[in-house]
């Protein structure tokens, strides 16, 4: 209790530059935990979305009553929503009859990335707040502790006899912000790495989804209009019946 209540005595009594500091390096710290909490939950929710969107694609059922589900429920995200705009685009420009096998897959394949595009940003938003946090807060803390070291030194000027004891509550009060930095930088750089992972993860999931849909895709490019492209149970597995292609539903 002693050192808690030392603590808080150093930070009162320091110089208005010092608690500045303090106060910056405080507000970081607790703006990169609330970014570290939503963001574990946005992964984490990233992450089951994805997976149970996988097994209902290779769960044997047709690719329409599926998009049709998707459409049906809105506002579909991560590999749900590549699939969505991927799919949209394929039957609408084959309900057209726009162009050959190879510009209706070509069209596909580009909705897809744009929807792949936005998840990622999305996934990424406000992991650049962490990275400042992280890389910055020591050196904000450096900052504070030499102005005290400084301050602190400065004041013996008027003293007659300098001892360790006229100069310590001084250094003190300015390491201080240098501890508070590191409390600030190292769960805010630890967070990103570990987010920054798990987000370039989604990524390579997302990328061999839209080459797994992409070739699906192609296999009944060439067919007609009332065949709609279909899955197996598993991938590369035996290809099901389904109704046709819808026309795309509505347009974004």
């Given at each position: 209790m002693t050192g808690h209540l030392s603590l808080i005595q150093l930070v009162v009594n320091a110089s208005i530059v010092v608690q500045i500091v303090i106060g910056l390096l405080m507000l970081a710290s607790l703006t990169s935990w609330a970014i570290i909490f939503r963001k574990r939950l946005l992964l984490s929710r990233a992450r089951?979305?994805?997976d149970r969107f996988e097994n209902n694609f290779w769960s044997g059922g047709d690719l329409a009553q599926l998009y049709r589900a998707i459409e049906t429920h809105g506002g579909?995200?991560?590999?749900?929503?590549v699939f969505e705009m991927g799919f949209?685009?394929?039957a609408r420009q084959r309900q057209q009859g726009a162009g050959t096998a190879d510009v209706m897959l070509e069209g596909a394949r580009r909705a897809m990335r744009v929807a792949q595009l936005k998840e990622?940003?999305?996934l990424e938003h406000s992991l650049a707040t962490l990275a400042t946090v992280g890389s910055t807060s020591p050196y904000v803390g450096?900052?504070?502790?030499?102005?005290?070291?400084?301050?602190?030194?400065?004041?013996?000027?008027?003293?007659?006899?300098?001892?360790?004891?006229s100069v310590a509550p001084g250094i003190s009060e300015a390491l201080v912000t240098t501890a508070i930095g590191l409390f600030a930088a190292i769960p805010a750089v630890v967070a990103f790495?570990?987010?920054a992972d798990q987000v370039g993860r989604l990524e390579v999931r997302f990328d061999a989804f839209m080459e797994e849909f992409s070739t699906i895709l192609q296999r009944h490019s060439n067919r007609g209009i009332a065949a709609a492209p279909t899955v197996g149970a598993a991938p590369g597995g035996p290809p099901m019946a389904a109704p046709a292609v819808p026309t795309g539903g509505r347009s974004r």
């Open positions: 089951r979305e994805a579909a995200t991560g590999m749900a929503s949209r685009e394929f990622i940003d999305r450096l900052f504070g502790t030499v102005w005290g070291i400084m301050s602190a030194f400065s004041a013996l000027g008027d003293v007659r006899q300098a001892t360790l004891a790495n570990r987010f």
